[in-house]
């Protein structure tokens, strides 16, 4: 930490969503349900006397005390740890991230009045107990909080096109979906989702259906193999035409078809049967990486062409 620099708590998820609570250097915030409290979070799945944070000689620390849901930063379980600048707190539903704090920083006192207020607004527009921006909390970092803390619920992912479903029982993801299709498969579906950099999520109460192609996957599973695709995709995803692009197979056909692969096949007869580059995505039983690289190759040498 810089010295003499100040810090908040800003709330970025949960009931107290757009609230702050200074850290004061040498005053430390007990965090709990109990009304006596410095900082009073009601819920259910906060402990009567749930964390303590306090800033000691320009470090900010936070330390459990002994809670029943645990506390977590980053995504881990802590007893203890440094906080820094940028770091996401769990506790209970409410996510809290360590930022700057500018001059307007209101007293402890008064941040403790505000939280109230702040809840009490909430309940009267009827949200949902835990939602916030996908800017704030990348997908990433939610599904690693959620897995930690073993939620069970529908996390719902909203961006302007489109509308994404992951299911989690105990902190395991067992279905997803994208748009309440089903022609994407579960894993498949998560894997897209973490390219959305944009948009809005709530945890909905968790849905007791249940669905013809579960998986059982931890959210570590779905993030090393996913987060693999993601750069890879990232660096071609500029080359790949929009995705309402309608593709057609070239007339003439130049290049033989005895030179392709298997699945450059089964990706050039998508591209002959649905058209466009969505459809084709939607279709391809391969992951939108793969399905991605085969398109672009296609392309590259003259098998396909944009209609």
Known sequence: MRPGKSFVLRFISGKYQGGEFPIVPE??????????LEMVLVEDMVSRKHAKIQ??????????????????????????????EGDRVLI???????????????PQGDAKANLENVAA??????????????????????LQLFGTSKKSGVLVLRTEDEVGKIYLRKGNVY?????????????????RMLTWEQGTFDLDPPDERTFPDEVDLTVAEILMEGMRQLDEFNRLKEQLPPLTQRLAICQPLIPPLRDLTPDDVD???????????????????????????????????????KA
């Open 92 to 106: 209970g539903t409410s996510i809290l991230k360590v930022v700057a704090a500018d001059s307007n920083a209101q």
């Open 27 to 36: 005053k430390q915030i007990i965090v709990g349900r109990s009304s006596d």
């Open 267 to 305: 990706v050039l007869q998508m591209v002959h049967n649905y058209g466009t580059v969505a459809a084709v995505l939607n279709k391809s039983m391969a992951t939108d990486l793969q399905t991605t690289t085969i398109l672009l190759k296609l392309i590259k040498l003259q098998y396909i062409d």
């Open 121 to 142: 607004a909430r309940r009267t527009s009827q949200v949902r107990t835990m939602s916030g921006s996908l800017q704030e909390v990348p997908l990433p970092d939610l």
């Open 55 to 84: 800033m000691q000689a320009d470090q900010i620390w936070i330390e459990d005390l002994g809670s029943t849901n645990g506390t977590f930063v980053n995504g881990e379980k802590v007893k203890k740890a440094r906080l820094k």
């Open 175 to 191: 279905y997803a979906s994208v748009n309440d299709g089903d022609e994407v498969p579960p894993v498949k579906s998560c894997y």
